[in-house]
């Protein structure tokens, strides 16, 4: 059977920037883990989206553009081990509320001291100009609207 030839791209950014984010997640993940918490890269879309005096999960879920089941189980994992609760909301005293605990807390700090470190390894790769560029680059990609 023959099959129609391809049209490929010339580049592909897009796979790109997805490897490269993977890889950068992987990085945090390790830091985190081997800080101590036996954290996996999945858990970082609620570390990543959790507002510091807490979220409802519903906007955890928006935020990492997944569905409130799969956060939801994200979610009851962390709680059970210890680095999330679950609080009433005082605006609405039937919704909850997921906050950090200090154990959540601390697993964000380790997250943050392995984004320091790597933010440094970007600014030696790039320098301080390119790196500075590259954030700009990024944050325009991250706003182009679909479709």
Do not use: C, W
Not at 33 to 58: K, M, Q, Y
Not at 110 to 126: H, K, P, Y
Request: glycine share 6%; net charge negative.
């Amino acid at each position: 059977m023959s099959r129609p030839r391809l049209r490929e791209p010339e580049a592909n950014t897009t796979y790109l920037v997805e490897l490269a984010g993977a890889r950068l997640e992987q990085r945090v993940t390790a830091g985190v883990v081997a800080a101590g918490h036996p954290i996996r890269e999945a858990h970082s879309a609620v570390f990543v989206n959790i507002d510091r005096d807490g979220t409802r999960l519903t906007h955890l879920a928006e935020r990492a553009l997944m569905t409130p089941q799969a956060m939801s189980e994200l979610v009851d994992h962390l709680v059970s081990h210890g680095y999330l609760e679950r609080m009433p909301d005082p605006s609405d005293r039937r919704a909850k509320l997921i906050v950090l605990t200090d154990l959540g807390y601390e697993a964000l700090q380790d997250a943050f001291e392995t984004i320091i470190g790597i933010e440094a390894d970007l600014e030696v790769l790039l320098g301080r100009d390119g790196l500075v560029q590259f954030r700009r680059v990024l944050s325009q990609v991250a706003d182009l609207s679909i479709g």
